[in-house]
């Protein structure tokens, strides 16, 4: 009976393991599957590669492409209104009886001619033609205001640009500054690490405290949480990358090079003087004004009068065979006039809306004056304290690597303290850690002129401008 109640047992386990094992095949079935329907792809970047896949993947610029497209048809729809419209028809109609001549009364010495009132039968061709001879200035109006619009659009894709280059410069100059912060914080745990075990090693030999033993290994301790955020920091900044860059998410982003910079002359007036002429908002604004203006003269086009010309050629006749000759043919030209006496005052409230537009449009443009230069002053402020803070930090970097150093042979002699070293290990990555952040702060504030400026990266490319990806 044992026995029995023991193979039952034995044949049960024997199937939950046989279960078991299959559904963990099944599980890692599944998982390959999902990894080749979402395969990883390493992408290495340059600067360059970072601002090309962002421009040439970014949905706001495809649709902003698209509203270029859109005007680019409204020019030609305004250009419309200058060609004259021709038109040509067919009427056919069945009378149920057929209309008699009748007899038009002429003076006594001519006899009666009779008058034709058309056929039972009456088929008709005609050839129309329309030309508008003047309108009051509303379609040389609306076409300005549409080759107005293309250039309102031109001009809002290219602040879209600079604001992707600017975008895609931060997070790329970002990475490059986590990388710098994780081979600081790393180079810190490890030499607070190989520090513990030196003051371990003495404290087994009894030439060190138990308390230096214990700092030296909080020390470590505090370390970590740095390197750990300093890990995260990559893998955020990269996430952001690829979305930029619309990317996936489970590839892998490494960027090109080392965090550096390269000086730039500070010419305030002449940064002013190019953003003025070249930055896209100071553009707009003033593109803006030129289409309140045009708006103003559509409106008054409704005082003016509207003069039209027109033309009608038609063929006649109760059978199509004999329908094309001179007897079946007949031919009008005309004009037509008209001048808005009163409307309601509707022309009047047209203008003066138009008239008050104008006028906001060119305070808007007084206000992105004064932010222009508020911006040129923020930007070169930024690059002189950034080098400021880069030459007082290259100077210190070489005196506490050499004070780390001394702190080292001081304490190994008996001569210094443990708390000795651990600051100068501390002072030395702080000062690491300003060098990689004021450079980070210098290239974002060429990044921020150059927005502000409008200069566009692959054109300063091509008017041989200095770039980050020239000096890697």
């Known amino acids: 009976m044992m026995r029995e109640i023991f193979n039952k047992k034995a044949c049960v386990l024997s199937a ?33 590669d970072t601002i090309g896949l962002a421009l040439k993947n970014n949905k706001d610029i495809q649709i902003q492409e698209q509203e270029i497209a859109f005007a680019r048809a409204n020019i030609m729809s305004a250009q419309s209104n200058f060609f004259p419209a021709l038109g040509i028809g067919y009427s056919y109609t069945y009378y149920d009886a057929a209309l008699p001549k009748t007899s038009l009364s002429v003076p006594s010495s001519k006899k009666d001619v009779g008058l034709f009132l058309g056929y039972k039968n009456d088929n008709q061709v005609n050839i129309t033609g329309s030309q508008m001879v003047y309108d009051g200035g509303a379609s040389i109006a609306n076409l300005k205001k549409a080759r107005v ?5 031109e001009e809002t894709l290219r602040s879209r640009i600079l604001e992707i280059e600017f975008e895609a410069k931060r997070l790329y100059n970002g990475l490059l500054l986590a990388y710098e912060t994780m081979r600081i914080t790393k180079g810190l745990v490890e030499q607070a690490t190989a520090h513990y075990e030196n003051v371990k090693a003495k404290f087994e030999q009894g030439t060190a405290s138990k308390f230096d033993v214990l700092q030296s290994k909080v020390q470590v301790s505090l370390f970590m949480p740095q390197l750990i955020r300093a890990e995260n920091s990559i893998e955020l900044i990269a996430a952001d990358i690829k979305k930029l860059l619309y990317l996936n998410m489970q590839d892998k982003i490494e960027a090109m090079g080392q965090l550096s910079y390269s000086s730039v002359e500070i010419r305030e007036f002449a940064f002013l003087s190019e953003a003025y002429s070249n930055n896209p908002q100071m553009k ?9 203006k045009w708006s103003i003269e559509y409106a008054k086009s409704g005082w003016y009068p509207n003069i039209n010309a027109n033309m009608d050629y038609l063929y006649r006749s109760d059978n199509l065979r004999n329908m094309f000759n001179n007897r079946h043919m007949n031919f009008s030209v005309g004009a037509t006039g008209t001048v808005s006496i009163f409307d309601g005052m509707s022309t009047l409230s047209k203008v003066k809306e138009a008239q008050a537009r104008y006028a906001q449009a060119v305070l808007s443009q007084e206000n992105v004056i004064e932010q222009i230069a508020r911006d040129i002053k923020q930007g070169c402020l930024d690059l002189r304290e950034s080098a400021q803070i880069i030459n007082s930090q290259k100077d210190n970097i070489e005196e506490a690597k050499e004070a780390l150093k001394i702190s080292y042979v001081s304490y190994d002699n008996g001569v210094g303290i443990n708390l000795d070293v651990i600051d100068s ?27 502000t400026m409008g200069r566009e990266y692959f054109a300063s490319i091509s008017k041989g401008e200095k770039t980050n990806d020239k000096k890697e």
Not at 37 to 46: A, D, F, G, R, T
Not at 425 to 451: C, F, H, I, K, P
Request: hydrophobic letters at 40%.
């Open 149 to 153: 619009s293309l250039k309102i659009q």
């Open 16 to 48: 939950l393991f046989l279960s078991l094992i299959f559904l963990t095949a099944q599980a890692s079935c599944e998982e390959d599957k999902t990894h080749d329907i979402i395969p990883e792809n390493k992408h290495v970047l340059s600067l360059k």
């Open 284 to 292: 707009l604004k003033a593109l803006g004004i030129d289409l309140e």
């Open 425 to 451: 290990q501390t002072s030395l990555g702080q000062v690491e850690e300003n060098l990689a952040s004021g450079m980070y702060d210098y290239l974002m504030a060429q990044a921020y002129l150059d927005r």
